[in-house]
Nanobody, 123 residues
Framework: QVQLVESGGGLVQAGGSLRLSCAAS????????MGWFRQAPGKEREFVAT????????YNAKSVKGRFTISRDNAKNTVYLQMNNLKPEDTAVYYC????????????????WGQGTQVIVSS
């Protein structure tokens, strides 16, 4: 299975931006559907965004639509999450995940997970 390492989290003021990165090991990165999830304190982990193998299809959760953009660079084995106009409710640990189901939004659609990166948005 692919191994995933997230980076780019931090503390930002409301209205600010962050770009998360997720670096994948292995030579089969381009065969995976990639996704981002997040887990806020005291809440269940929730879907944020997903992108298919060729980056032609992306899908975002309603809560982040118009603010977050998922992208990937298969040559660099990396998937990104550009987060703009951040809100305090975006505070969470963000996880990168790899799977095979295009358009999947459930945790069970993904087989490999990173350790997460913390994002804190202050008001």
């Amino acid at each position: 299975q692919v191994q995933l390492v997230e980076s780019g989290g931090g503390l930002v003021q409301a209205g600010g931006s962050l770009r998360l990165s997720c670096a994948a090991s292995g030579r089969t990165f381009s065969s995976y559907v990639m996704g981002w999830f997040r887990q806020a304190p005291g809440k269940e982990r929730e879907f944020v965004a997903t992108i298919n193998w060729s980056a032609e299809d992306t899908y975002n959760a309603k809560s982040v639509k118009g603010r977050f953009t998922i992208s990937r660079d298969n040559a660099k084995n990396t998937v990104y999450l550009q987060m703009n106009n951040l809100k305090p409710e975006d505070t969470a640990v963000y996880y990168c995940a790899a799977g095979y189901r295009s358009g999947g939004t459930r945790e069970s659609d993904f087989i490999s997970w990173g350790q997460g990166t913390q994002v804190i948005v202050s008001s």
